[in-house]
């Protein structure tokens, strides 16, 4: 086998295909969006908060056990192949959605839209990150997340859009099915498997590997454990944003086209800017990129509660993807940075473990306030958490 050569201009077909076939893969997120909190409401009569984001809850238990197992299983069966797997699991969930007659068949397809996500797009991270070294690592990241949540704000306001003027159910699901056969068209014949780009890093590393990769990144190491609590707030915010801010919206009456836009808006601009973001997170201090990216998500979130105009709570939702730009990309050129290369795929799987469990807690926490106290406390809440987790990056996190 001839040498692999590392980096961005070198795999740069390889990369962009990644690129694509991430793009799809967030699409599926930015199908239910904007939607399935109506779909609860309108066509099941389910009212209770914590009901309502039980979807959310599935997803992201699912998500996070996916994020874990593709971490550890990478390097085994090929990055290639989980990431074939994870669209098989992707097809039946467009149907599921169309056809379902009762609320448990949605948490069902979110149960395997969780396990779909967490194995195609760690798949797709871990290989970015193997094709481009640690030079670009930054900018890799931030190029997949901005394919990614770039498509989860576009296919949010376009589900909106349809359901807007052709009905909830059947039309804005079809892009489902679209995406999810494309996305395994293009993994399975044109996507190529990246382990041996490991193999090449590992000989020039120097980092010591951990003998306890769990332990390691979740508690022992400074930097790993500061950046995983992060993450875990940080989607813990977003699961409460995805559950409970269209329901804000539509209390101060705003129109479907109007919250599809507001709730477009932050992933978008998540996505966007992690294209500018990824790449400081190479030169600049990640600590500091980490910091100011949590204290500004937890501030535009408790200001969401004390604002009442359109395009304020446009500017609100811009604020907090600029906060989570800056965090996201950073999150995994930290550790990649602190991880050795053989290592790195199992460290990234138990920090998404982490992360995405913060969707389930940020929706069983979220609701459970909003029912008992209100929707305003359960946001001013997890507003407080995501300042908390900025000063604890502070004052625990090493500057490298």
Avoid: C
Wanted: glycine residues 10%.
């Amino acid at each position: 086998m001839m040498e692999a050569k590392l980096g961005l201009k070198e795999n740069w077909q390889q990369f962009t295909l990644l690129v694509i076939v991430n793009a799809f893969v967030g699409g599926m997120v930015g199908l239910e969006r904007s939607i399935i909190p109506q779909l609860a409401e309108h066509e099941f009569g389910i009212v209770s908060k914590v009901a309502i984001l039980s979807f959310i809850t599935a997803f992201g238990f699912s998500k996070a056990v996916a994020n874990y197992f593709a971490g550890r299983f990478a390097d085994k069966i090929g990055r290639k192949n989980l990431l074939t797997i994870g669209w098989l699991m992707a097809l039946p969930i467009p149907f599921i959605l169309i056809y379902a007659n009762n609320w448990q068949w949605v948490i069902v397809a979110n149960m395997l839209l969780g396990f779909s996500q967490g194995i195609t797009w760690s798949s797709t991270v871990v290989m970015k990150m193997d094709l481009v070294g640690e030079k670009n690592r930054g900018l890799a990241k931030g190029l997949n997340e901005f394919a990614g949540y770039l498509s989860v704000g576009m296919v949010a306001f376009l589900t909106a859009y349809i359901a807007d003027n052709y009905g909830i159910r059947p039309y804005p699901f079809y892009l489902g099915i679209f995406m999810a056969v494309v996305g395994l068209i293009l993994s399975l014949f044109w996507v190529k498997d990246t382990r041996h780009f490991v193999a090449q890093e590992g000989k020039e590393s120097n980092i010591i590997k951990a003998e306890n990769v769990f332990w390691n990144t979740t508690v022992k190491d400074k930097t790993l454990s500061s950046v995983t609590q992060a993450g875990l707030i940080n989607n813990l915010n977003d699961g409460m944003i995805w559950g409970l801010l269209p329901i804000l919206l539509w209390q101060l009456k705003l129109s479907t086209p109007q919250i599809g836009i507001i709730t477009a808006i932050y992933p978008s601009i998540w996505g966007v800017g992690q294209i500018v973001t990824g790449r400081l997170s190479d030169v600049l201090s990640k600590k500091k990129m980490l910091f100011w990216g949590m204290f500004l998500q937890g501030i535009a979130i408790i200001l969401l509660i004390y604002t009442r105009n359109f395009y304020l709570l446009a500017i609100l939702s811009a604020l907090l993807g600029i906060g989570t730009a800056l965090v996201y990309p950073t999150f995994l050129s930290s550790i990649g940075q602190a991880t050795n290369p053989s290592q790195r795929a199992e460290s990234i799987g138990v920090f998404r473990l982490w992360r995405d469990l913060g969707y389930a807690f940020g929706a069983i926490i979220s609701g459970i306030i909003a029912d008992r106290m209100g929707l305003n406390y359960a946001i001013v809440f997890i507003g407080v958490l995501t300042i908390l987790s900025s000063i604890i990056i502070q004052v625990r996190m090493p500057e490298k």
